[in-house]
């Protein structure tokens, strides 16, 4: 009986799952119908197995597939129930996931379904190999768990998918293989008609025609180019380019082979680059695209480089890469070819003009070229010699050489006897003589000649060295002026030396010419001239020299001439700037009335010229040299004398207290002690004052002045700065009157603003001698603007202009203390914000020193 029951009761709940297994089957059926009709696309089967999933059997699912290299898994396809949930999932699915770690890593090697808690992982794999996983995800009020029935089902919708995507990827690479096949065939048989033009192209740039003409179609590219290199060459040559612009074209005509351009790569490294999306030939912003570099190679050594650039970006894959490296060979070869032909055409060309040429280079030289017998009979005389000597070719062929003065001649005739032996003379001066009677200085190569029948002869070539004689001599006077300008740092005194080096050698007169500080233009030193005469050309050449900073020169001043200096005569003048680091310092003049100057005496002028500014230059900043040093031991005594003050006054302050304490002990006064107690806060604060002064001088030096800007409401701060000051103005009898705006708002660093105004009111205390001080504050538009005024000692006029530097004061520093810094501390802060401060002020009336500052 209980074996019946038994069997009743698995009858019983097999018939109430019927319905179940039924649906499960029906959902199988639906599965390999919708997976068998996916259009064998994979994005299709994966999306299809997706949308199979849910909401049937999961709450969401992800499909992701293993990556080529096998190391991660990517999700291609999800499906979730709700919007909700896929928005909460949609991070989880787009992210990579190892396939060697975790969960996923089990699954892969295993081939086996693993399930944590709501999420089931199973494998996907198709003939034996695991192509990926599912993951399904469940959420309530479904169950937690996956039953063993329902991962069988999804166990089978996933081998199924899985054998669906195997299809479909075999599918694609049937197609891609087919494609590539018809691809192959098509440029084959394209190839085939490029090589058949390459073979008749006769010339480098027929070949770059046919590459580009016919190599377009080839490729399917848009545009394209072709260079050319030869052997030692720093850069590579267009020899023609298709489907560019001519602005392109033109910034393409020659690329340097040591630049970073893929063209220079692919020159220098003779293998090709593949520019996915970056055009080669645009140079300029456009749509990414995709660009081939080639190297052309024939023997082993780059002949040039050929670009293909495409419309869309696009990877090249290897069989798109072979054909193109081949196309590129067969223009390498052709192009090797046609160099080759027109290298034997110019060497043919070349042997035809052999003798031509010798001649014309006979011909055209600049330098005088002889052919002589060993007794100095003329055989060869070209135009150079005429224009040397004077005496044309009928007069002197066949004669002994008539240039050689009779004093030289028997040495001139050993040194061709020489010649004829082997020897060659190099450079042998001789004083040679003109046609017409005059002297010329000439340096004289000669060498033994083996004509092809007859004695040997003698082959001289003659140079006119009196302009290097000249310059060698010019060479040294800038030596000489080097060592004398060298020999003092002392200003006036370079001044004498600058004017003194060129007379008497190259000018009769010289004459030294500064700028002044008003911008007028004085004579501060000549040469040759008495009772300090200015020499010519005078100041208005001067002025217009200085101001221009290009030299002027004349041959020769005429008696009307106003700017003469000489009456009765005429004379010569060459005026060039003194200038040095950019900046011109003055005029340097140089006069003569024996001869007319040339572009060589301006040459020598202007080199002078910089040596002599360059020397001013030293002179000046040896001078300011020893100023900043006096500036510094007067600093030096300053600060010492002021820093010790404040600490001599509080020591004996404290020595007085210690006494007093020691005296009456217990009974001490008190208000003594108070007042003995404030006096040694003030030395303090004095001495702190001063330090703060020296630690901003140091700051500002360095550049690391920071400012903290913030809101800030400027009366307060006024107000505040001069409630601080209350007492002291109150001992020393001085009103204090504030007149300030309300509501001025902006944007300052509110510490150093209160060190301002700190030092202005110190300094109409200091300064004000009893009399009121009154500071207002008032706002306009988007600026402030704040006064301090004083009726005190006031400033001289001549002191106004230095008051805001470094150091600088316009009292006696024993008479008022302090480094002279405040003010400029000052000025440095406020100019840091945007702002400037100025003061005006009568001496004996009182000063006014103005703040104004950006509200911004």
Not at 554 to 563: A, I, N, Q
Not at 709 to 729: I, K, M, N, T
């Amino acid at each position: 009986m209980t074996r019946v029951a038994s069997r009743l009761e698995e009858a019983r709940q097999y018939g109430a799952r019927l319905p179940e297994i039924e649906e499960r089957l029906a959902l199988l059926a639906e599965a390999s119908r919708v997976l068998a009709d996916a259009s064998l696309e994979p994005p299709a089967v994966m999306e299809r197995l997706c949308g199979l999933v849910v909401p049937l059997l999961g709450s969401a699912c992800a499909l992701r597939l293993l990556s080529e290299d096998g190391l991660w898994l990517r999700t291609v396809a999800s499906a979730a129930e709700v919007p909700e949930a896929r928005v909460r999932l949609q991070a989880l699915f787009t992210q990579r996931v190892r396939a060697d770690e975790g969960v996923a890593a089990e699954v892969l090697d295993t081939g086996e379904a693993q399930s944590v808690e709501a999420v089931l992982v199973l494998p996907l794999r198709a003939r034996g190999r695991p192509l990926g996983t599912l993951t399904v995800w469940r959420e309530a009020p479904e169950p937690a768990s996956f039953e063993s029935g329902e991962q069988l089902l999804l166990q089978e919708l996933a081998d199924r998918a899985a054998l669906a995507l195997d299809v479909a990827r075999a599918y694609a690479a049937e197609r891609q293989a087919r494609q590539a096949a018809e691809v192959a065939a098509g440029r084959l048989a394209r190839l085939q008609h490029v090589t058949a033009e390459l073979s008749e192209a006769l010339t480098a740039a027929r070949v770059a025609e046919v590459v580009l003409e016919q190599g377009l179609t080839v490729a399917d590219a848009r545009a394209g180019a072709l260079w050319g290199v030869e052997p030692e060459a720093t850069s590579a040559t267009l020899l023609r380019c298709a489907g560019c612009t001519p602005d392109a074209a033109e910034r393409l005509k020659r690329m340097p082979l040591a630049g970073d351009s893929p063209v220079a790569r692919v020159l220098r490294e003779s293998r090709p680059v593949w520019l996915v999306e970056e055009d080669a030939l645009s140079g300029q912003e456009r749509p990414a695209t995709s660009s081939a570099c080639l190297p052309l190679v024939a023997d082993g050594r780059a002949l040039g480089a050929l670009v293909f650039t495409f419309g869309q970006p696009h990877g090249f894959d290897d069989d798109e890469r072979a054909f193109l490296q081949l196309v590129a060979h067969h223009a390498a070869q052709a192009l090797a070819r046609a160099r080759l032909l027109e290298r034997e055409q110019r060497a043919r060309a070349a042997l035809r003009e052999a003798h031509g040429t010798l001649e014309a280079i006979i011909q055209a030289s600049p330098t005088a070229i002889m052919l002589l017998d060993p007794d100095g009979t003329v055989r060869l005389w070209n135009p150079a010699a005429e224009r040397m000597l004077g005496w044309t070719a009928e007069e002197v062929l066949g004669r002994v050489l008539p240039a050689v003065p009779p004093e030289h001649w028997e040495a001139f005739r050993h040194g061709l006897e020489r010649a004829t032996r082997g020897t060659v003379l190099d450079g042998v001066p001789l004083a040679a003589r003109r046609r017409d009677g005059g002297a010329v200085q000439v340096a004289m190569w000669t060498g033994r000649v083996h004509p092809a029948s007859g004695p040997p002869q003698c082959l001289s070539v003659m140079v006119d060295i009196t302009e290097r004689q000249r310059g060698e001599a010019a060479q040294r006077f800038l030596a000489e002026a080097g060592g004398v300008l060298a020999g003092s740092l002392e200003e006036e005194e370079t001044l004498e030396r600058v004017a003194h080096l060129a007379v008497p050698q190259y000018a009769e007169a010289c004459g030294v010419f500064l700028e002044d500080e008003s911008g007028g233009v004085r004579c501060v030193a000549t040469a040759g001239r008495e009772g300090g005469e200015v020499p010519p050309p005078g100041l208005a050449v001067v002025a217009r020299v200085i101001q221009s900073g290009r030299p002027e020169s004349r041959s020769g001043l005429s008696e009307v001439d106003p700017s003469s200096a000489r009456a009765g005569g005429t004379c010569a003048y060459l005026c060039v700037p003194l200038r040095v680091r950019g900046h011109t310092l003055g005029a340097l003049t140089f006069v003569t009335s024996k001869r007319a100057y040339d572009a060589q005496d301006l040459a020598l002028a202007q080199e002078l010229a910089r040596r002599a500014a360059l020397a001013l230059d030293n002179a000046s900043l040896y001078r300011d040299a020893r100023d900043a040093i006096r500036l510094r031991e007067e600093f030096l005594s300053i600060a010492s004398h002021e820093l010790k003050t404040p600490i001599s006054a509080l020591q004996l302050q404290v020595q007085s207290l210690q006494a007093g304490l020691a005296r009456s002990g217990a009974g001490f006064d008190p208000e003594r002690l108070k007042r003995g107690l404030e006096r040694v806060d003030r030395q303090v604060k004095r001495q702190t004052l001063l330090v703060n002064d020296l630690l901003d001088v140091s700051r500002l030096s360095a550049g690391k002045l920071e400012l903290v800007r913030q809101p800030l409401e400027l009366g307060s701060l006024v107000r505040e700065v001069a409630e601080r000051f209350e007492p002291e103005y109150a001992r020393s009898g001085t009103p204090l009157e504030l007149a300030l705006a309300p509501e001025v708002r902006g944007q300052w660093d509110r510490l150093r603003l209160d060190q301002v105004f700190t030092n202005l009111l110190s300094n109409a205390l200091k300064y004000g001698r009893g009399n009121p001080v009154r500071v207002s504050l008032e706002a306009n538009g988007d600026r402030a603007r704040l006064r301090v005024r004083d009726g005190g000692i006031g400033i001289a006029k001549e002191h106004l202009p230095r008051l805001f530097h470094r150091f600088e004061r316009a009292v006696s520093e024993r008479n008022y203390g302090g480094f002279g810094l405040g003010l400029w501390i000052a000025r440095q802060i406020i100019e840091a914000m945007g702002g400037y401060i100025e003061v005006d002020s009568v001496l004996g009336e009182g000063s006014t020193f103005v703040v104004e500052l950006p509200r911004g």
